[in-house]
């Protein structure tokens, strides 16, 4: 379980699930296609949050514009699907 801290609020998450990944990435709008990535981020974030709940969450993604980006960031940071440092030995 992981913790991001916003304006003195907590957010508890834990890793995204590869099918939970795949599910987001499936995510789009063919009418605002500007808006993908962001909504692929608030997927995320609602999916993987603990604390808050998931309405509350919807709630203060209003409130935080960049509550989404901040945690859906991390979450694929520390779920392993961003590249890391190869290393030949």
């Not at 957010?11 to 939970?20: M, S, V």
């Amino acid at each position: 379980v992981f913790k991001n801290t916003m304006d003195g609020k907590d957010f508890y998450w834990r890793r995204l699930k590869r099918h939970e990944y795949i599910d987001a990435m499936q995510i789009s709008s063919e009418e605002t296609p500007k808006e993908n990535v962001y909504l692929r981020q608030a997927f995320i974030a609602k999916t993987v949050t603990l604390f808050p709940s998931q309405k509350e969450m919807e709630i203060l993604m209003e409130e935080y514009a960049g509550l989404a980006i901040e945690i859906s960031d991390n979450v694929v940071e520390k779920s392993g699907f961003v590249a890391s440092e190869t290393e030949e030995v």
